[in-house]
């Protein structure tokens, strides 16, 4: 597809397990395949141990892969990224208590990535910074603020802007909303929405929350123990999942209704 | 159908944090009751002050925390009365809990079936033999595989659903009637949450146990509950006996501002209403008394909507 911005084909990765006579080999992604669009928000759903974290980490550059290939922009990712390679793939982790610095502040930590990646000049950074909180919603008197004096939600939008300074064009969530309050995942989901609107960004959406995903991606893969079992549009694969795995976990979510579903 | 008796009943519960040499209020006016065999959900965000109410009735407050005022009740007779006394002597027989991360609350060096009966070896005069064929007997009863060959494991071989059936068998070793849960699915994946929520049911039936299930997640509280308390900032702000009244119709601003924000898998596709502001920490928050709840009908009762950090709250999230 022309508009096809990232791809995956044919990923495998084992993992070494064990020492001495207990060594043995775990294959974590199995000949994975996917694809993500131009400004498209696509899922990888699947449960702890299913590979999900694994095929993200791969993608971004923190892990090796046995064989596959990796496309952005229709060109080969090299197995060895250079400085601009790993620009244009950007992460969110999952718990914003661990994956910021508690020593930098918010501003400090933005200058971290723009310094390193030396893309603006020294003068430009702090409004570059200021551009970025607006863009994550959050107030500018936060750029001096350090982690332990920010909320979960907030320091997940910290996470995000520092993602979103060096202009990646795809971003990887990683489990990103699922350490925080209801109420404040709401509201971060929103964000993602409005980030892909407003700056055109493809997302990939690490999930093990079916609801979430529903609600905000635009195609579906579900992963079980290292395989893709199941790629398809959201709504055909709610209403009509073909997986017997993806027909369990949906029947596995709670569901409001379902005490006025017994009484009826 | 008669209303059975209640089990437990909370009566105007205070509880007040001291933290750096002042007095806080983290818990005003809960007042609630747990019927016989009957499931009543706790419902909060983090720091509403669910657990601290549910740990109040095991007596495992913090150093810093203690009880003004209020009394809570287990079988008609006070619980927080008499230096904790009678609290002991139905702590596992009478009540008993199930925490949030197995793998936090089980001890890594002991077997699991010597935890498992750990309580009951306490309270009878079982052997190790007995006591070891009681515990395959409660692991086949949580649906462990295999009791026989598990019950000599550590928790470390156990996968994390393995782990909380263990807890949950532990819980009931000494057949409590009433189980506090906090959080006991908060930690594993939705298949595994699905069957622990079936065990939760089984043993509500077969048992006859009453629940009182503090959670976040409003859809585990759908499945399971008959009744439901939703806490903010340490007050009650609506209850109500029949779960269906709070879904089909929420009456107070801040449980509808509750249930929009949460995604659904069976509702329509739309962009969530989030709760821009979050609750005030403990020492940010208003140290007004709470005021009473009103009834709507009987077993339907909401917090005033003036309530000042309340209104902080939703009066700033409604234009979202």
């Known amino acids: 597809m022309s508009n096809q911005i990232f791809a995956a084909n044919d990923v495998s990765v084992t993992f070494n397990v064990g020492r001495g006579k207990n060594k043995s080999q775990v294959r974590a992604l199995n000949h994975v395949s996917l694809d993500v669009n131009q400004g498209e928000i696509v899922g990888l759903v699947g449960e702890s141990g299913s590979g999900k974290s694994t095929l993200a980490r791969v993608i971004v550059g923190l892990q090796k892969y046995d064989s596959g290939e990796l496309v952005y922009d229709g060109e080969p990712l090299p197995k060895a990224r250079t400085l601009e390679d790993r620009r244009k793939i950007q992460m969110i982790f999952q718990d914003p208590y661990s994956s910021l610095d508690p020593r930098m502040s918010v501003k400090q930590s933005i200058f971290e990535l723009l310094d390193t990646h030396n893309i603006l000049p020294k003068e430009e950074r702090l409004d570059r910074c200021k551009e970025l909180l607006s863009l994550v919603k959050l107030p500018e008197s936060l750029l001096d603020s350090r982690p332990y004096a920010m909320s979960g939600g907030q320091r997940q939008r910290v996470a995000i802007a520092r993602a979103l300074s060096l202009n990646p064009h795809f971003l990887i969530a990683d489990e990103a909303v699922s350490a925080l309050d209801v109420s404040v995942q709401a509201s971060i989901i929103n964000l993602l929405a409005d980030l892909r609107e407003s700056l055109k960004l493809s997302i990939l959406f690490i999930s093990h929350d079916l609801a979430i995903v529903r609600l905000l991606c635009d195609r579906v893969n579900v992963i079980h123990v290292g395989d893709i079992v199941e790629s398809s549009p959201t709504l055909s694969l709610f209403d009509n999942p073909q997986h017997a795995y993806t027909r369990q976990l949906i029947s596995a979510v709670p569901k409001l209704d379902a005490i006025v579903r017994n009484a009826n | ?320």
Request: proline share 5%.
């Open chain 2, 1 to 320: 159908m008669t209303a059975p008796a209640n089990i437990l009943e909370f009566e105007n519960l205070q509880i007040v944090a001291r933290i750096a040499g002042r007095d806080y209020i983290a818990i005003d006016n809960v007042s609630f009751n747990v019927a016989q065999g009957h499931a009543r959900g706790l419902v909060g965000e983090s720091g509403s002050g669910k657990s601290l109410t549910l740990r109040a009735i095991m007596g495992l407050l913090p150093s810093n925390v203690r009880v003004t005022s209020g009394s809570i009740k287990f079988q008609g007779i006070d619980l927080l009365a008499d230096k904790g006394k009678y609290r002991k002597s139905v702590l596992g027989t009478g009540i008993s809990m199930v925490f949030q991360e197995p793998s936090v609350a089980l001890n890594p060096v002991m077997k699991i079936g010597k935890q498992i009966t750990d309580s009951l070896v306490e309270r009878s005069d079982l052997n190790r033999r007995q006591a070891r064929e009681r515990a395959i007997d409660l692991m086949d009863q949580v649906g462990i595989r295999d009791p026989e060959k598990r019950v000599d494991d550590f928790p470390f071989q156990l996968s994390g659903g393995m782990k909380q059936r263990v807890m949950i068998a532990a819980a009931i070793a000494c057949g409590p009637e009433l189980i506090l849960c906090d959080e006991p699915t908060t930690a594993l994946d939705v298949t595994i949450q699905a069957q622990i929520i079936d065990l939760f049911k089984k043993l509500r039936s077969e048992l006859k146990v009453s629940l009182l299930y503090v959670t976040h997640d409003i859809g585990v509280v759908a499945e399971l509950c008959d009744a439901i308390s939703v806490m903010y900032s340490g007050r009650i702000v609506e209850q109500v006996d029949d779960i269906n009244k709070v879904f089909s119709n929420p009456q107070h601003p801040y449980t509808k501002a509750l249930l929009s924000a949460i995604p659904r898998i069976d509702g329509p596709i739309q962009r969530l209403k989030g709760l821009e502001k979050t609750a005030p920490s403990l020492t940010q928050r208003s140290q007004e008394l709470a005021p009473p709840m009103t009834q709507i009908e009987p077993g339907w009762e909401i917090a005033p909507f003036e309530f000042s950090d309340l209104n902080q709250m939703w009066s700033s999230s409604s234009h979202e």
